[in-house]
């Protein structure tokens, strides 16, 4: 399996904090779930559709089993992708006479960060700059601008736009955050959360306002 590129480490980023308030546990993923995550996210779904298929598939799992539920993701794996089965797209001329509309599932996202930027206060204008140019990626891209989401680009954006100072800052947090979480991370599952916590403080810090809760 070839390593993952920035988006697809934002996307096991994604299931495995999914999976992990799914279960309502600290689990991590195994390097075997690791596996199945990444072929997923070659296959072409989307997030959002592997958390909603494992969403049903644990609800099922605890029905059967009551509170011994599966508690790895890969042995879920064969469950979800038979959900999956009917979500996969047709070739590209199974239906060459099908009329080819599109309207963007991201154009209310693409107004609430213009009328976020109109009404931000920052004196400084960086949340208003960033809104906006995420605005203008979703807009021209026309959804296909990033993977997980929106509030993570945000974030990531912001995060570029820091001084030397605040930054530095910033990683001594995100250190001290991480710290006791080391021993159970390898050096994957470490990349992972440096990142999901930078995010997280970069938000609470600097006042993002979240988009998809």
């Known amino acids: 399996m070839p390593d993952l590129d920035d988006a697809g480490l934002d ?35 989307s997030a959002s559709l592997i958390v909603d298929a494992l969403a049903r598939c644990l609800a099922a ?5 009551g509170k011994h539920v599966t508690k790895t993701l890969s042995k879920l794996a064969p469950s979800v ?20 509309e599109f309207t963007s599932p991201d154009a209310h996202l693409v107004r609430r960060l213009r009328e976020l930027a109109d009404q931000d206060g ?24 990033f993977e ?15 001084s030397s100072d605040e930054r530095d800052a910033l990683e001594l947090d995100v250190a001290e955050a991480l710290a006791p979480e080391l021993p159970r991370l390898g050096a994957r599952g470490r990349q992972l ?13 600097y006042g993002l306002r979240l988009l998809s809760s």
Do not use: C, M
């Not at 920052?122 to 601008?145: K, N, S, T």
């Not at 997980?148 to 820091?162: K, S, T």
């Open 193 to 205: 959360r440096e990142r999901s916590l930078r995010r997280e403080l970069v938000r609470e810090r």
């Open 61 to 65: 799992d605890a029905g059967r089993n």
């Open 11 to 45: 996307y096991l980023g994604a299931i495995e904090g999914a999976w992990r308030e799914l279960r309502g546990v600290g689990l991590y993923l195994s390097g075997a779930d690791h596996t199945v995550v990444e072929r997923w996210y070659h296959a072409g779904y």
């Open 81 to 100: 992708e038979k959900l999956l089965a009917p979500a996969t797209p047709p070739p590209p001329d199974s239906h060459p006479l099908a009329p080819r």
């Open 148 to 162: 997980p989401g929106v509030d993570d680009r945000i974030a990531d954006l912001f995060h570029e736009r820091l």
């Open 122 to 145: 920052d004196p400084a204008r960086r949340r208003p700059a960033i809104y906006l140019q995420v605005a203008e990626e979703l807009d021209e891209a026309r959804g296909d601008a």
